[in-house]
C-alpha cells in the first residue's frame, strides 16, 4: 500500500469535526476566489456572457476547457441578432467539428441534422480562422466535444443567451435546499433526443447517455452558476438594477447554498487527501460527500500539497491555519 506524509493540518485539530471546519473553510476560499474571478467577467463583458462562459468551461471538462473558451470567444464575435438566431450553426461551424458535406460517413440518423446546420453556417460563417485542436485522446467517448457542443445548443435553447437573471430568480426563491438541489439539477442537466444517441456524426452510442449528466451539471453549479451570482452581488448597488436592494441577502443565499450542497464527488484528489489525513471510511465519504469539504479539499491540493511537489514536512498550510 502506498504510504503518504502526514497533513499538517490534522496537527492542529482535536477531533474529526474540527477537520471537518478546515476544509469548510479552504472551501468557502475557494468559492470566494471563483466568485471574484466571475466578478472581473461580469465587468468586462456582463453577467450573462459571464454565465455563460462557465457554461462553456464546464463543458470542456477536464481537457478541452481551453478550446471550449475559445470556442466561446469566436461565438461572441458574431452580432448578437444572429448569435440568438443561428447560435447551433455557429457553435458547429466555428467548433470545426462538422464533417466534410462530400467526403464524410456521416450516420443516415443524424443528415437531416448536419444538412440543416451546414446549410445556415455557410450562410453566415466569418472568414476563415484556425482550427480548434481539440482533445480527445485519454477522453471517453461519451465525453466528447460533439455532445458537450449538443450540450451547449441545449443549454442555450432551454435558457436563451440571458440565462442569468432565470437563475438568479430560481435561486432566490428557494426555501428548501432539498427541493432546489433536485430541481436545479434536473434544470441544468442536458438531453439531446439525437446527441444522447452519439459520439461523434458516425458513431451510435451503446446506450442512450445524457450529453451533460449529473457531474458536469455539478461543476457547473458548484464552479459557476453560484459564484456568477454571488460575484455579482459584489458590485456596486448602481450596477446591480434589481438587485439593488438585497445585495447581502442574496450574497448570503447564494454562499448558504454553496455551502449546504452535499452532491461532492468522490476523486484522486479527494482520495489523497483523506489518506494524508488518515481519515477512516467513513469519515473519507463525509469528506467527498460534502460540496464544502470536497472543493475545500481540491483548495488544500492546489494551493498547498502541489506547491511543494506533496512533501508535507515543507507545507505552509499552518500559515492559513
Not at 461572441?76 to 455557429?90: D, G, L, M, Q, T
Not at 449538443?150 to 430568480?169: E, H, R
Request: hydrophobic content about 35%; some cysteine; charged content about 25%.
Amino acid at each position: 500500500m502506498k504510504e503518504y506524509y502526514r497533513c499538517k493540518i490534522i496537527d492542529n485539530c482535536a477531533n474529526f469535526s474540527m477537520l471537518k471546519a478546515h476544509f469548510i473553510k479552504l472551501g468557502e476560499k475557494r468559492f470566494k476566489r471563483f466568485a471574484t474571478n466571475q466578478t472581473k467577467d461580469i465587468i468586462s463583458t456582463g453577467k450573462n456572457e459571464a454565465l455563460l462562459k462557465a457554461f462553456f468551461c464546464a463543458a470542456g471538462y477536464k481537457k478541452n476547457q481551453l478550446n471550449f473558451l475559445e470556442l466561446f470567444d469566436r461565438f461572441n464575435c458574431y452580432p448578437n441578432e444572429i448569435r440568438e438566431k443561428y447560435f447551433e450553426a455557429i457553435l458547429w461551424g466555428e467548433s470545426g467539428l462538422l464533417p466534410d458535406p462530400v467526403a464524410a460517413d456521416i450516420d443516415k440518423n443524424l443528415k437531416d441534422f448536419f444538412q440543416n446546420i451546414w446549410q445556415q453556417w455557410w450562410r453566415i460563417r466569418q472568414p476563415t480562422t484556425n482550427k480548434i485542436n481539440w482533445i480527445k485522446t485519454g477522453i471517453r467517448p461519451q465525453n466528447y466535444p460533439e455532445r458537450r457542443i449538443a450540450a451547449i445548443c441545449s443549454f442555450i435553447q432551454q435558457f436563451s443567451l440571458q440565462p442569468f437573471n432565470f437563475f438568479y430568480d430560481e435561486i432566490n426563491s428557494a426555501s428548501d435546499i432539498k427541493i432546489f438541489e433536485k430541481r436545479i439539477y434536473n434544470l441544468i442537466q442536458q438531453n439531446d433526443p439525437l446527441w444522447d444517441n452519439f459520439y461523434n456524426f458516425s458513431i451510435q452510442t451503446p446506450q442512450t447517455t445524457a450529453v451533460f449528466g449529473k457531474n458536469r451539471a455539478n461543476d457547473f453549479i458548484i464552479n459557476g452558476l453560484l459564484p456568477t451570482l454571488y460575484g455579482q452581488t459584489l458590485l456596486p448597488k448602481a450596477d446591480n438594477e434589481k438587485y439593488s436592494e438585497n445585495l447581502l441577502t442574496d450574497r448570503s443565499k447564494a454562499l448558504n447554498l454553496w455551502l449546504s450542497m452535499n452532491n461532492g464527488i468522490k476523486n484522486k484528489i479527494t482520495i489523497e487527501i483523506a489518506n494524508r489525513c488518515h481519515l477512516n471510511a467513513e469519515q473519507a465519504k463525509i469528506i467527498s460527500k460534502s460540496n464544502a469539504c470536497n472543493q475545500g479539499a481540491i483548495e488544500l491540493y492546489k494551493e498547498y500539497c502541489s506547491p511543494c511537489l506533496k512533501n508535507c514536512t515543507h507545507c505552509k498550510v499552518e500559515k492559513y491555519l
